[in-house]
């Protein structure tokens, strides 16, 4: 049995590690997660109280088309309900892009270090990958423009950028979308959406009028705390949406999910209230590594990239005997980082604690 050989040099996702497997290798008792970026106020009662509502009904199939969650959203959007592709995860629907438009004797450009996947699923369907640096953390999105040529068919702009944190503006990715072809598609991930503060961010929903070519991506799995109901949804033309539901799988969004999902868009006061917490939690972390002198870069989303200017590996396994678990900036790109998800104010602060620790042993040898 041989594999396409193009996939042997995919490298396998490695999520952040579980709780559970750490207390185990381990022997420890207490275990706070702060790599995954999950939402560590959970999730709206809302949503809780519409699963165990539909708990009865597990025999069922899926509504196959998203039908009510697709009318909610497309009026909390003011889209329409056509505009709409729902995904297990946005994940899939970078998927169903990369089947739908790439392929080999073609191109996808994208910024690196960016959210993985982009160049993953690329490369899994054949295509040529054309990667451009950051600029200071920050996506070049004119040299993006500017590494476009007549086989390019895809372009990815994640926004705020993942591992980064960072975002562009406005201005910039309006010159982005006029300098770009009409026949290249405009991916712009926007997951962490909702956690953006920045007044310069781009709204991009209204940009869909002016520029068919777009396609928005967003996800339930973030500060809505769905992540593991594994619902994202994507916002573009008509035609996109069409094109992507010719590789789109039958019932690819669980009953849950579809309930979850919709309970949740109900509770606005959740997601604000969540939003200001976490914009509280990334302070309490900032001001500590002010104090100590280290960089980061500026963040807009519910994570914080950091330079300890030390062996990646080697601080994270530090802090996972402490019982903390981060994201290694060797995974990501970024030697000498640590991706740290903000936690609760406690969970910020044993985080600190353990680092301040960590960080005068390494100055006493």
């Not at 009318?71 to 998927?95: H, R």
């Not at 390019?152 to 944190?165: A, I, Y």
């Not at 990646?312 to 981060?326: C, D, Y």
Request: charged fraction near 20%; include cysteine.
């Amino acid at each position: 049995m041989l594999p396409k050989e193009r996939i042997l040099g995919v490298p396998v996702y490695q999520p952040g590690k579980p709780i559970d497997e750490v207390k185990r290798e381990l022997g420890l008792t207490e275990v706070i997660k702060l790599a995954s970026n999950e939402n560590p106020y959970g999730y709206s009662p809302k949503a809780k109280e519409a699963i165990v509502n539909h708990l009865n009904d597990l025999a069922l199939y899926p509504d196959g088309g998203t039908m009510e969650l697709r009318w909610d959203l497309a009026k909390f959007l003011q889209v329409k309900p056509e505009q709409l592709i729902f995904g297990n995860g946005s994940d899939e629907i970078l998927q169903m892009i990369c089947r739908t438009y790439l392929g080999e004797g073609v191109n996808t450009v994208m910024a690196t270090p960016t959210f993985s996947q982009y160049r993953s699923n690329a490369t899994i369907d054949g295509a040529e990958l054309i990667e451009v640096p950051l600029k200071n953390g920050v996506h070049d999105l004119e040299a993006m423009a500017a590494a476009v040529n007549e086989k390019t068919r895809v372009l990815w702009v994640c926004n705020p950028n993942n591992p980064s944190g960072t975002i562009n503006t406005e201005a910039e990715l309006l010159q982005l979308l006029d300098n770009v072809s009409s026949d290249v598609l405009v991916v712009l991930d926007e997951a962490y959406y909702e956690y953006v503060v920045d007044a310069d961010y781009p709204q991009t929903v209204p940009l869909l009028d002016k520029y068919p070519n777009l396609i928005i991506l967003r996800t339930f799995s973030k500060i809505y705390g769905l992540a593991a109901m594994r619902i994202g949804y994507g916002i573009a033309s008509e035609k996109v949406i069409n094109d992507l539901n010719h590789v789109r799988e039958p019932f690819n969004t669980g009953s849950l999910s579809q309930v979850a999902a919709r309970a949740a868009l109900t509770d606005q006061e959740f997601v604000a209230k969540c939003r200001e917490l976490n914009r509280q939690g990334m302070k309490q972390l900032t001001d500590k590594f002010d104090e100590w002198g280290l960089s980061y870069y500026p963040s807009q989303t519910n994570f914080i990239l950091v330079d300890f200017k030390q062996d990646s590996t080697e601080l994270f396994q530090k802090l996972l005997r402490n019982g903390l678990i981060v994201r290694s900036g060797a995974a990501l790109g970024f030697p000498g980082y640590q991706r740290i998800t903000v936690g609760t104010p406690e969970q910020n602060a044993k985080l600190l604690a353990v680092l301040e620790n960590l960080l005068q042993e390494t100055v006493s040898k």
